[in-house]
């Protein structure tokens, strides 16, 4: 057992950014071995994929979805976990990122840096001494690379408080490792994308489940929503898109129709339900006849694009075969009806967004 009290005789305390995954499971398992005190923290940035579950998911969606994983892995090793929210500022970072996107539209450096300094805030309020992660030197790319680990340590104001065991013993030493509060022989040294060595830790701890994909986080690495995101960006002044127009970018087919207007379809009935919560002031159309998906139409409001909408909603009802299908408008407190020929697969597939 490694030491366990600080200098001045006070049990040792840190913060763990938990987010459920495997990885800061083991940071968590390494800093309990070292029997040290741990406060687990989790950031709801409005973008991760547990909550989107949460809030749309299919009837007999699988509920280990549902479940927030830190606070699951909190319960199994009894360690409180605060979840702090950070979505409001999380919105600047993602539509402004210094430190650019990743691979997608993941600003992952600055959602690192904002995280942290959270975290630091959270470790000075309960007089806390360091913050521990997950995280892997050069697992991904963007975000894990020795430099960018430096830039979260030091933008965060951290700096060597911010302790990685997974990876400790490749990096330079930390405040606690040189205090003598942390065991550096006991920390990992990992390194890249294989991920046996977590296997293999995580058999010597027992730990059979965790999150998948890690944490729940998050829907910013997601392709086809990084193309609906941009495709906004490029079409929106990015200083009025608010988190629901980011959050209807996770939601159904999107039919970019030209520069100034967009159509939104719901895939099932839970997304039309989110639709119909989300979508603000944007005129709504459904068949009238059939069952079928609820669209929003969203920019432009001119007689052309409300029937273009109108014969998309008809392309996704159960009269899509029919010559004429009618859809009620709603819209700005009034309502009207558009007979209207459904599209033809082939005469819209192009507009669709992926
Ligand atoms: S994947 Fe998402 S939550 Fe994770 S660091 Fe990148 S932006 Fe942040």
Redesign the pocket.
Known sequence: MGNHSSPDGERVRAVGMLSGGLDSTLALALMREQDIDVVGVNFS?G?CLTDHHQKVHREGTDPKKLRNGALKIGADFEVPVEIIDIADEYMNVVKYPRYGY?THV???VD??ILMMTRAREFMEKIGAQFVFTGEVLSQRPK?QHRDALRTISIQSGLSDRLVRPLSARLLAPTWPERAGLLDREKLMGFHGRDRNPQFELARRFGIEEWEQPAGG??F??DANYAVKVFDMFEHTDRDTVTRDDMLLCKVGRHFRLDANAKVIVGRFPEEDAFLKNFGGARPRLSAVDHKGSLALLEGEVSPETLSRAARIAARYCAGKRDAEVRVRIDHAGTEQVLEVPPYQPEECEAWILR
């Open positions: 940035t973008f990743g993941n600003p992952c959602c690192r975000s986080c998050c910013l690495t």
